[in-house]
């Protein structure tokens, strides 16, 4: 395998059903984010392109390569926080193309890349990575404008290392070092590159718009099943799983009224019968935790009791609702939460929702990302009940 080659232009997915409101800050927001997903080759997906915007729903029947996706952006965001190759992809065989050969040396792989907007402007991320006959990365570019900033290649496969080049303008063109094969050279570039020349500066202003844009990532596919329980008090982070969702609770009514009283207002939508209250209260002698809602005439109804599509809204409407300091994610700490952005990658978002939860969810979803500070890529089965939501887009993928 080679490091990946200059970039032709690559087919959209499909064309956007709903366009960003605001085009122009789509294309030079203040904040960092992730405005495209390049799945060159990588499960199912061939030169696809996948242009994101606030509020993304990726949409098609079961077998289109939603959750491929959303697994190809989480990685990418787990390699910007600095994990290793091996713990991004335990099962990395499974990521190359089903009828991709194997080369002369019987090596095969993927590619995967994205494009990260902000001050600095487009940046593009592009990796290629052997699976088979061991898990490395080939080959890496970070480019901007046209320019290459850093690149990576494999140039003796015997060593567990990659020859690597980025741009120093100075009196010298670029410098080359070697780095780890089991690692993204752009997160390792705020460590190894000395920001002496106006070259330098520009990598590393470029490196690290790439990496706040990745790295404020929370997966989420709430499962009802572990919601039901009462749970230890503990930290107060929520889970991607959300089963610990009454600790959150117990910490975010009294830190924020007025985001949990939005929630309960969600909350009278999404759930049936009358709602007045969503909290958390003491168990098996203050042991435990569990969340229940208040129905405003003594009775209270625990989470044991209400349905799959109610425990699913009401975890979903609360990730909607809070930030980086309540969720599990790897969020950039050295970045003031003022400049951060934190994307919400959620399968199955409709999964066990009816079609006013539906609506509310996505109806809550449409007002935080206009405000800024979180995004949401969504994986539905069918996308026809968005329509006319505005700053929606919609990704359309087939069966090919």
Known sequence: MTPPPTAPPRPAAEPLTHAPADTCRARRPGLPR???LLLSAFAGHRGTTFRLGELTLLAGPSGTGKTTALRAYEALARLGGGAELGEVFPDPSACVPERARPDAQRRRGFRIGCTADGPEGPVRLEIAVQAEPELRIVGERLSADGLVLLETALRDPSRR????????????????????????????LPLRVAGTTAGQLRVLAAA?????????????DPRPERMREPVPAGGGRLLPGCENLADVLWRTRAEC?????????AMRVGCAGPVADLLAEPFAGGRL???????????????????????????????????????????????PAALQCLTVLADGLDRALDPAQRAALLALA???????????VGAVSDATWAAGVPGATVVHLRRD
Do not use: K, N
């Open 366 to 376: 449409a007002r935080m990302c206009e405000r800024g500070h979180i995004r949401l």
């Open 208 to 220: 690290e718009q790439m990496l706040v844009a990745l790295r404020s990532v929370f997966p989420c």
């Open 289 to 335: 935790v569990r969340a229940v809602l208040d129905r405003g005439d003594g009775a209270r109804t625990t989470l044991r009791r209400l349905g799959d599509g109610e425990l699913r809204y009401t975890a979903l409407a609360l990730v909607l609702l809070t930030g980086p300091g309540v969720l599990e994610a790897d969020v950039p700490g050295e970045v």
């Open 34 to 36: 992730v405005t495209e």
């Open 257 to 265: 009224t007025r985001r949990h009283a939005l929630l309960v207002d």
């Open 161 to 188: 290392a990659v020859q690597a080049a980025w741009h120093t303008a100075g009196a010298t063109a670029v410098t080359r070092a070697p780095l780890p094969d089991d690692r993204l050279g752009t997160a390792l």
